[in-house]
Each structure stands twice: as C-alpha cells, then as structure tokens.
C-alpha cells in the first residue's frame, strides 16, 4: 500500500480532498500520535483511523462495541481493496484462528473487534505478538458512566496505554458534552492527545417537534406525506409500544420492522439485515438499535417518546442522512412524556448525584421541545457552539408566536393549590375547564373557586401551558404522590403579579397531507438524470444482492447521482466522480459507462 494519506484517499476511498480537521487528525496519528475526534456523524470520522492504518506498518485495531455491524465494515472496505476482518463471536474456531494468524503476521490492514473480546488475556496476547498501527477506539462516550450508552468494558481500555504505551491510539465519537469529553480523556488515559472538534452541526437534518396528539397516526401521517417508500427509524420508549407500532405501521402499508433487546438475537440480526440490505425499510425501535448504523440512505428519523437527554436525541437523529442529502428529524412530544421520564429517574436504584445529573439532562430535553428561538441554535449551544438561526428547523420556517400567558399560568397555579397539590394534571384541566367528572365531584371540586374558570381552553392547550409551566419551573410533578403537580418557590412572583409569563401560542397538531413529495434525494436532479440515477440504483440493488451486501457498500447514493448528473463517457471521467476509487473503476467501471 502507499505511503502518502491523500494518495490513500484518493485512489483507495475516491475522494478528491480532505474535509475539516481530516488531514490534521490524519497527519497527527500516522506520525504516533494521540487523539481524541470529535465530528458528527456522516462527516468522515472513520478516514480518521482507516487511512493511518493502511499507512502505517502494521495492523489498525477497531475497538467496536457492534458485532452486528462489523461484517458489513469489513465488506466495505475489502470493496475498496482494504484488507480487513473482524474477530467476534459469530466466527468459528477455526476461522477465528485463521484471522488470528493474519494478525500475527501483520497480513491485514485493519482488524474489528469488540471491547469484550479485546479485554481477554488470549487476545491482548495475540496483539503483544503482532505488528500493531493503532488502536481506534470507536463510540467513545461509551465510557461515560452519565451516559445514554454506557459499556463497563470502555472504562478497562485503559489496559491499552498500559500495555501498548508506544502504539498510537484514536478515540472517536460524534457525541459529547464538556463532561462526556473529560471522562473519555481521563478514562482512556488520554491527557497528552490533541483534540480535533469539528462543528457538531448537520445542516442536512430538519427538526421539527409536534404536540402529541395520536402519536402513531401522527407519524404514519408524516411518514405517508413525507418519506413514502424512504428508509427510516421509530424511536419508542418500551418495548411493548414497538411492537404495537410497528404492527400499526405494517398495517397501513408501511414495510415496518420492531427491534428491541426483549427479542431473540436470530430476529433481531434478521431485522437489522434487512434494514441495512433492503431499500424502503422502516425500522421501530427502542434505543438498543442504532449506534454505528452505518447505513447512508436513512432519510429520517422519528421520537414517539422523548429522548432522556439532548446527547441521546442527538445521537439518534443523526443516524439520518449521513449521505448528505436532506433528511428528517421529527418528534411527537406531550406532557405525559415529561412525566413518564421524571418518574423513571426518580424511581431509579441510582444515587441522588447521578439523578441530579439525569434531571439536568431532562430539563434541557425540555427547553429544546418548547423553544420558541431556533432549535439548531439550541442543540449547537448545549455542546458549546454559537449559531445564527438556521432557516432549516420548524420555528425558523413556521416561526411560534409569542403570547402573555400570565393569566392562563396563574389560573394554573391557582387551582393547583385549591386542589391541595395533590392531584396529577388530568384531573387539575377537569378543575379547569368545569368538567364534572365521578372524582371532581368526589372530591368537591367543584365548588372550588377555579372551578371551570379556564373552559375557553381545550384540555391538549392546557397540557401545552402545564409543560411549558414545568420547562419554566413553576411547576414540579411529584412522583411520590401519584404524580401530583405542585407549585415551586419560583411561582410565588406570578401568582402576585409581579411576573409576567411569555408563552408559545398553541396550535392544535397539523393533518398529514396525503400527497407524498417528490423523493428528496433527488429533488435536485435535472428531468434527463433521473432515468439514469434509477438505472443505477436497480444495477446496484441486484449487484448488492449477489455479493450479499448493502447496496450502499457499492455506491452511495449521492456518488450515484454525480454520476447521472455527470453522464461520463470515460473510465477518466468516472474517476473524478467522489467516491469512485480505483479498485471500484477496474470492478464496475465498464458497467456503469454502459448504463449511463
């Protein structure tokens, strides 16, 4: 293999140039060095340690939490002509002794394995016999104990710099905090690294938040108008409503797969195969599915719960368009969520330091959701970063009106206190909007004061003003008493109206339209490219089919649509078209000039 990076770049990975702190971070470590990169997903973070590795003398050793994934790594760059393998358990012994051989005697640019493997004495003895490149050391907030994907085997990799204090190690993650950051650098006893942090923005995504109303039917809607026969994620909280989803989903037409940790491992690799190998795939999951996806062509991204934290919402939504192209991040998001996720930290085994630390997250979970500024800015602000508004979010393109909300939130507080804070927020809007229920005449409620003096409002706008009271902190539910909502010190000043409450003005949740949009992939492609660009894609499903691989392993789609934008006549024409290298021109090149 060569020796010079961008020529590895160029004629092994097809691209004509490195992006942002690529060539320094590469630079760095094929010169021994350190790192720790930070760079949001679909940004190239992998180049990071494939390129030193084939440079440098030596195996590269992936740390990788993903058996599932690793074949298809493996078959991606054995595509490009990269020498790589995995050793994971799906490898029988005899295999698994093959690639152990090719190991020792440095035969393999790049070798995945999984932390727990790593840690075996069998297997860091085998990495004392090899010539060794690096290590890279793949999702590393994995070894934040405060984190969404905490593993216990991260914080042992440690034994790495202790027993191979003159290989170059790379950490490499797409999301973290100061916090995060800091754990990572001093589990991994990674203090003399230099740190390149990339801008974690992705200007490709659209976010968009709607009020919960029917969550499921809100979200077929949404799939039908938007992303018919597009490839995307359903996030649920429970594994009972995955389930239930999806069955709801196959149901009205969508091909819709469940994947949680409740199943067999054989249904869920199934489930994922197809997600990664099929087009059109639609996958409901809890969070046990995603990390690593590599998969390019997720065109969006769906909450039916809200995420614990803004890192876990971040990480999950940026599995969506990693190719570049446009793509969705869309949740349904009401009151009862907030209430389910503050239970949940509350009723936790974890001690107060961690929960504080959890409701800190929460709460900023929350100011993203009932925002009224951009929410780019929001989510750039939490990992440190300034941004002006984005123009590519739902409050920059259908800007929320601000309203005095002062009445409605004392009127609120009011009947919180009457009821005794005592009772959760279903039966305070029955108090509210005079609703004679069996328990408001139960309780006497309704010769309360309050009672019906907030009719002119729906039970969904009260809910709207209850979350925003909580997001504000006027108001905390009380898990310990049957989810009671209670007043805090802080809405002593509104009460006495020496405080006014700006709020977001409710509309009620939009209907789905039933037209589906042009595909937004290609909505950029002029009318004569769009035959070609489908040519190609059918010529890449069946050559996907036979090598038994995802069809993005081949070509992604954005190469394809250079390609049908280009029309090239010549092999050299082709290899000037991003991710054309030169081992995919000598294998395909012949056939692609034909079909273009």
């Not at 691209?15 to 010169?31: D, K, L, N, W």
């Not at 890279?136 to 405060?146: G, K, L, N």
């Not at 059109?280 to 909450?303: E, Q, S, Y």
């Not at 009224?372 to 739902?394: I, K, Q, T, V, W």
Request: glycine fraction near 8%; aromatic fraction near 6%; include cysteine.
């Amino acid at each position: 293999m060569p020796r010079d990076p961008l020529h590895v770049l160029q004629h092994v990975f097809g691209y004509p140039a490195f992006r942002g702190h690529q060539a320094e971070a590469i630079a760095h470590v094929t010169g021994g060095g350190d790192a720790l990169v930070l760079m949001p997903t679909g940004s190239g973070k992998s180049l990071c340690y494939q390129v030193p590795a084939i440079v440098r003398d030596g195996v590269g050793v992936v740390v990788s939490p993903l058996i599932a994934l690793m074949h298809d790594q493996v078959a991606a760059l054995e595509e490009l002509g990269v020498r790589a393998a995995f050793l994971n358990s799906t490898l029988s012994a005899a295999e698994a002794a093959r690639t152990e051989q090719m190991v020792r005697r440095g035969e393999l640019d790049l070798v995945y394995v999984a932390p727990e493997r790593l840690l075996t004495e069998r297997c860091l003895a085998l990495l004392e016999a090899s010539p060794l490149a690096l290590f890279a050391i793949d999702e590393a907030h994995c070894v934040s104990q405060w984190g969404h994907d905490f593993r216990p085997e991260y914080i042992q990799l440690s034994v790495l710099h202790e027993r191979f204090p003159t290989v170059p190690r790379i950490a490499l993650t797409a999301t973290a905090d100061q916090q995060t950051r800091a754990e990572i650098i001093t589990r991994l006893q990674l203090e003399s690294a230099r740190v390149f942090a990339s801008s974690v923005d992705r200007p490709n995504i659209r976010y968009r938040v709607v009020d919960k109303d029917n969550g499921r039917k809100q979200v077929l809607d949404f799939i039908n108008a938007e992303h018919a026969g597009d490839a995307g994620i359903v996030y649920c909280l429970s594994r009972k409503k995955v389930e239930e989803t999806a069955e709801f989903l196959a149901a009205h037409g969508v091909t819709a797969l469940p994947y949680h940790a409740g199943m067999s491992g054989e249904s869920r690799a199934r489930h994922q195969q197809r997600f990664q190998r099929e087009d059109g795939v639609v996958m409901v999951a809890t969070i046990a599915f995603g990390m690593g996806i590599d998969k390019p062509d997720v065109r969006f991204v769906a909450h039916l719960d809200l995420p614990k934290s803004v890192e876990g919402y971040y990480q999950e939504t940026g599995r969506a368009g990693r190719d570049g192209l446009p793509a969705n991040a869309w949740m349904a998001y009401g009151l009862q969520d907030v209430v389910q996720q503050r239970r949940m930290i509350e009723e936790s085994e974890a001690d107060d330091a961690y929960k504080k630390v959890q409701m800190g997250k929460l709460d900023a979970m929350l100011g993203f959701c009932e925002t009224s500024d951009c929410r780019r800015m929001r989510l750039l602000a939490y990992f440190g970063e300034s941004a002006a508004p984005c123009n590519n979010c739902d409050t920059c393109l259908n800007p929320p009106v601000s309203v005095d909300g002062t009445v409605a939130v004392q009127q609120l507080l009011s009947c919180i206190v009457r009821v005794g804070q005592r009772f959760g927020a279903m039966h305070v809007i029955d108090v509210l909007r005079g609703d004679a229920t069996d328990k408001v005449n139960h309780w006497q409620h309704g010769e309360l004061s309050t009672f019906g003096i907030g009719r002119e409002r729906s039970a969904q706008e009260w809910r709207a003003v209850i979350r925003q009271a909580i997001a504000l902190g006027l108001i905390v539910v009380d898990h310990g008493s049957y989810s009671a909502l209670k007043v805090t010190a802080a809405s002593r000043a509104v009460l006495k109206g020496e405080q006014p409450v700006p709020l977001r003005e409710y509309r009620a949740p939009a209907k789905g339209k039933k037209a589906k949009k042009a595909a937004a992939i290609m909505a950029d492609l002029p009318d004569d490219a769009l035959p070609v660009f489908e040519r190609l894609r059918a010529w890449r499903r069946d050559l996907a089919a036979e090598h038994g691989v995802p069809a993005y392993v081949i070509f992604h789609d954005a190469t394809l649509k250079e390609i049908a934008r280009m029309r090239p006549g010549t092999l050299h024409e082709l290899r000037g078209i991003a991710g054309v290298g030169e081992r995919k021109l000598e294998a395909y090149g012949g056939e692609i000039l034909a079909l273009v």
